[in-house]
Nanobody, 120 residues
Framework: QVQLVESGGGLVQAGGSLRLSCAASGRTFSSYAMGWFRQAPGKERERVAA???????YYADSVKGRFTISRDNARNTVYLQMNSPKPEDTAVYYCAAALTFPTMKSGTYWGQGTQVTVSS
């Protein structure tokens, strides 16, 4: 069992920066791939970024070069650094833990989500 708690969401101006954090419980954190998904109103949940247990990363084309995912296995925490956000990045962001990278589709656990709103 893995429990995930996101923090760091809020209102940010376009072109600014914001960092999301996700704290995980459980002693097996380091063996899970971790990822960030988002869901905007009226849209399906989409995968934004993922990181494997050993640091390999995946990014959606829409965020490449702007967002950075990282993890600190000693702190059981995964981060999403959002630089130069755009209004279209506005969504509820969810942290996820899964057994498969980069699909994040097997044995997936979810956080409760944190709202990110990007103003123009």
């Amino acid at each position: 069992q893995v429990q995930l708690v996101e923090s760091g969401g809020g209102l940010v101006q376009a072109g600014g920066s914001l960092r999301l954090s996700c704290a995980a419980s459980g002693r097996t954190f380091s063996s899970y791939a971790m990822g960030w998904f988002r869901q905007a109103p009226g849209k399906e949940r989409e995968r934004v970024a993922a990181i494997s247990w050993n640091g390999d990363t995946y990014y959606a084309d829409s965020v490449k070069g702007r967002f950075t995912i990282s993890r600190d296995n000693a702190r059981n925490t995964v981060y999403l650094q959002m630089n130069s956000p755009k209004p279209e990045d506005t969504a509820v962001y969810y942290c996820a833990a899964a057994l498969t990278f980069p699909t994040m589709k097997s044995g997936t656990y979810w956080g409760q989500g944190t709202q990110v709103t990007v103003s123009s």
